[in-house]
């Protein structure tokens, strides 16, 4: 475990048994708590450039209209928030930052769970405990990845081509 271990970090707390830490539900269980993270990190970094970048744009737009700025300038100030607009709307940055965020520290918390041994982890079968641990895993990730099609089905609505 690294130096600063804390919530929203990339990190697990390491199952004391290292049979049980080189298993593969457990680096499953990882990597797929690793994957999740990273999602949420990259998902959260893209929403919050897109934001800043389209609320300077339309601070400055509104500074470029009163200064009387060659038309030119405005308007592609105000088409730069269009399109950052139009990939929040497409790439569902902002939800997936939420959803992915959610899967992680869900998978945190049972991985703390898991290496202290408590409820529902405290059994002193070790193959029972990763059993439950790769349950979890697996409920995890179909819960997930049925809500990002579903993100992606709500995107897509109404953007078809006319009559589709």
Do not use: C, K
């Not at 970094?45 to 200064?67: D, E, F, H, P, W």
């Not at 038309?71 to 497409?90: F, K």
């Amino acid at each position: 475990m690294g130096a600063n271990p804390g919530w929203m970090s990339d990190e697990l707390p390491d199952p004391a048994d290292p049979e049980q830490s080189a298993s593969a539900a457990w680096t499953a269980y990882r990597d797929q708590f690793t994957s999740y993270s990273h999602g949420a990190r990259t998902n959260r970094l893209s929403y919050q450039s897109a934001r800043i970048i389209s609320l300077t744009a339309a601070a400055a737009a509104t500074v470029s209209a009163g200064l009387s700025a060659t038309p030119w300038v405005t308007a592609s100030l105000g088409a730069l928030i269009v399109v950052l607009e139009g990939l929040q709307q497409l790439f569902q940055w902002h939800e997936n930052w939420i959803a992915y965020r959610q899967a992680t520290e869900t998978m945190r918390q049972h991985a703390i769970d898991f290496a202290a041994g408590v409820a529902p982890y405290d059994s002193a079968d070790g193959r029972d405990r990763l059993a439950r641990l790769a349950v979890l895993r697996r409920d995890v990730a179909l819960r997930e990845s049925g809500g990002w099609a579903g993100r992606m089905r709500s995107a897509g609505q109404g953007s078809g081509p006319v009559g589709a």
